[in-house]
Nanobody, 127 residues
């Protein structure tokens, strides 16, 4: 049974930083593309960043490019999202997600591209 558990969310002032973590269990973590998404109140869930199974290819939404960094530690079965220069519009529930196909390559921006999801962690940025 695949399980993804996010942590690291919280309340931060604009301009501050947070690091989110996503701990994975239930299968070989290192074989799968992983992603971060977020959902603000009243809005649809949107893509934030993704990382290839090897960690050498990353992609970002334009809204976070240059401020957020996605990374993974395969031996620790954990993915991270470092968020700097946070803005009030970054306020949302952040979700980690995993694809189901091992060793695949490509660009995966849609929620439908991912099969497994965590429960989410709240990030609130005050102005």
């Amino acid at each position: 049974q695949v399980q993804l558990v996010e942590s690291g969310g919280g309340l931060v002032q604009a301009g501050g930083s947070l690091r989110l973590s996503c701990a994975a269990s239930g299968r070989t973590f290192s074989r799968y593309v992983m992603g971060w998404f977020r959902q603000a109140p009243g809005k649809e869930r949107e893509f934030v960043a993704s990382i290839s199974w090897s960690g050498d290819i990353t992609q970002y939404a334009d809204s976070v490019k240059g401020r957020f960094t996605i990374s993974r530690d395969n031996p620790k079965n954990t993915m991270y999202l470092r968020m700097n220069s946070l803005k009030p519009e970054d306020t949302a529930v952040y979700y980690c997600a995993s694809r189901s196909v091992a060793y695949d390559s490509g660009s995966y921006y849609r929620t439908d591209d991912y099969v497994y999801w965590g429960q989410g962690t709240q990030v609130t940025v005050s102005s």
